[in-house]
């Protein structure tokens, strides 16, 4: 196999060399995707005249969302070297995507289902929702920087948090069926709940994989 001069290699095309994606900080522009929309659900049930308006933005950040998933897939796609392995690029990015999509889907059966009030519960969870954003974007960064033992104690808050979220699901859904309410009332009220308790479920997987990446990296 022939060697290249010195000279040669400043004409070999730059398309053979592989291009460095910064995969950080599209999860991060994802993750701050994600804090926006929680950020403007909570404004959006605790001021609930404005839920048009509100609603309409939190679409627009799913579908950002959805756009900068395809952007990692597609980068992942075309990279060889990435700085974290491969499949947990894929799953934390098809996980980010699916906590969007769970709240979107919440708040689209708020308003299918033409709620005129929230209730305290799902206010409550809402709030536990987005802290739990907040607290996924600094794990991130933290694992960005290599700050593991920092990563550690994020995903443990993390773990609590949605255990709470668990609690006040159980405790949201036995409100239901026992403050005689109405069946469809309590269909209505039961499907939007769920649909927030697994987008906090899907959080959880986010911090669940942010763990594994600290024990390959530790």
Not at 42 to 61: P, Q, R, W
Not at 137 to 160: G, W
Not at 173 to 183: A, H, T, Y
Request: glycine share 2%.
């Amino acid at each position: 196999m022939r060697k290249f001069t010195a000279k040669e290699i400043w004409y070999i095309p730059m398309a053979l060399f592989p291009k460095k994606i910064d995969f950080f900080e599209i999860f991060d522009r994802a993750l701050d995707n994600l804090s926006k929309a929680t950020n403007v659900l909570v404004d959006m049930l605790n001021n609930f005249e404005t839920f048009e308006k509100k609603a309409k933005a939190i679409y627009e950040f799913e579908q950002d969302g959805d756009m900068l998933t395809h952007d990692i897939m597609k980068e992942l796609n075309q990279t060889f070297l990435t700085p974290i392995d491969r499949e947990d690029i894929h799953e934390l990015a098809a996980r980010i995507d699916d906590v969007l999509d769970l709240i979107w889907a919440a708040v689209d059966r708020m308003a299918v289902y033409k709620i005129e009030k929230p209730t305290r519960e799902v206010i409550s969870i809402a709030e536990d929702l987005q802290m739990t954003a907040d607290i996924l974007k600094k794990a991130l960064r933290e694992l960005r920087a290599k700050q593991y033992a920092h990563v550690q104690e994020h995903c443990i808050e993390i773990n609590r948090l949605e255990n709470r979220i668990d609690r006040k699901y159980r405790d949201a859904l036995g409100n239901l069926v026992n403050g005689n309410n109405d069946p469809i009332y309590i269909i209505k009220w039961k499907d939007i709940y769920t649909l927030f308790e697994d987008a906090s479920d899907r959080a959880e997987d986010i911090a669940n994989v942010l763990e594994g990446i600290v024990l390959k990296h530790a």
